[in-house]
C-alpha cells in the first residue's frame, strides 16, 4: 500500500516531466522568459504539486477535486508546447517525447482519479 504522494508513479512521471522540460525552456529565446518559458514551467510543476496537494487534503473527495486540476494542467501544459513548436522553440523530437510524457500522465491521472471514485462508489 502506498504510503506517501511520492511513491505514486504519476507524482514521479510528472516531476521528471517538470525537470526536462525546464532544460529545454532553458534555451528558449530570452524574450520568452516571461511568456512561454514561465506558462510552461508553471503549468509543468502545477501538474505534479497539485497531485502532492490533494494527498495532504485529508479526504477522498477533495484529492479527486485538486486531481482533476492536475488533469487540467496536463491540457494546459500541452497547448503550450503546441505553441512553441509552431514558433520553433523546440525541437521536433523533443516536441513528440515530451507530448507523450503528456499524454501518458493525463491517462494515469484518469486512472487514479477513477479508481478513487469507484473506491467512494462514485461512477
Known amino acids: 500500500m502506498i504510503q506517501n504522494y511520492k511513491e505514486l508513479d504519476v507524482w514521479k512521471r510528472a516531476v521528471a516531466l517538470i525537470t526536462e522540460l525546464y532544460r529545454i525552456t532553458s534555451r528558449f529565446p530570452d524574450s520568452e522568459r516571461f511568456g512561454l518559458v514561465a506558462q510552461i514551467r508553471r503549468a509543468a510543476t502545477s501538474i505534479a504539486a497539485n497531485i502532492a496537494e490533494g494527498w495532504g487534503r485529508g479526504s477522498t473527495k477533495e484529492y479527486i477535486q485538486v486531481l482533476t486540476i492536475a488533469r487540467g494542467s496536463t491540457t494546459e501544459l500541452e497547448t503550450h508546447l503546441i505553441v ?39 461512477s
Open 84 to 122: 512553441a513548436r509552431n514558433l520553433n522553440f523546440i525541437r521536433v523530437e523533443e516536441f513528440d517525447r515530451v507530448l507523450r510524457d503528456v499524454e501518458d500522465i493525463a491517462k494515469m491521472l484518469n486512472r487514479l482519479i477513477t479508481s478513487l471514485r469507484n473506491r467512494r462508489g462514485e
